[in-house]
């Protein structure tokens, strides 16, 4: 590659906001001449759809340009584009390509990138000791998600010995920094014991830091204490109004628990329809335990109220949710990759 040129981020973006769509001939004029600031701005343009349509295959183009240049946060960026394009395997190759060149150069969102590759197996063979490697990279620049993946790696000793108080150290310093999955996670530490005394208060601390921030595991967990009065006194009503915003998230265990809310009274009125309504939300989102109060519930309900259950949507007087992404109970992935 030739030799390293400093083109700074902020500078880049700055002039990608100001770019008017007269402005572009020339500033393609500049980048074919290897203007290499020129050429970051346009690939950034392009990336964003500022200025200019959006267009991957354009961004990539002048990115590539000015990525050859060892530029890191350019290489990283080219990363996710080949990443999110994610047509052939050919993509990944090439992701993984530009986030090892970002990488190397301590980057620190690449080092984390390459740490879900390898953890994943996607692009390249599944090394687990390789993604405790670069989420490392990542945690050493500081940088929250990569220290609450690493910490994920700790707490359950993958590619690393298992060390709570190092989990729960890494949790601490992400969820300081306001990373609601962190704060969710630390606040699991707590609750369970691991790597400190139990404190069902500092859970429930946590916990609700990351419910604000309307992460819906945080949610679900906050409504668990509150069902349970551990760390807060007992309050059904409002463990179900949690319960209910992790639903709308999409979370399947928060639907399965709010299902059983309906289906027995507690916080909410009685409701079968809704109670089988969101069973059958939890079931398809892969919540194996929702399978069996949904069968049983279906037993108790009347045809008319199973049609209605069943129905794509409950009428309007019954619900008003509406479903999002699914995510894994209790703890959050390892990663928080981009949507493609």
Known sequence: MPEKTIVLEPHVNEQVLALTAEQVPKLIERASSDDIQAQCVLGVAYQRGTGVPRDDSQAIKWLTKAAVH???WVQNLLGLLYWRDGKVSEDYSEALRWFHAAGEQH????????????LSGKGVAKDYSQAAHWYAIGAEESYAPAQNNLAQLYEHGIGVHKDYAVALNLYRQAAEKGLASAQNNLGAMYEA??????????AVKWYRASAEQGEPVGQSNLAFMYAHGQGVQRDLREAAKLYARASESGYAPAQGRLAH?????QGVPLDYVLAYFWYARAVAGGHEASKQGMALLSQRMTS????????PFPDREHSEERLGGVIVEKKLPAQQWPQK
């Open 261 to 265: 809310l309906y289906e027995t009274g």
């Open 107 to 118: 980057h620190p969102a690449a080092a984390d990138h390459l740490g879900y590759m390898y």
């Open 304 to 311: 008319r109220q199973l049609q209605a259950a069943r129905a």
């Open 193 to 202: 014991g691991l790597g400190v005394a139990k404190d069902c208060n500092e």
């Open 70 to 72: 060892g530029i890191s």
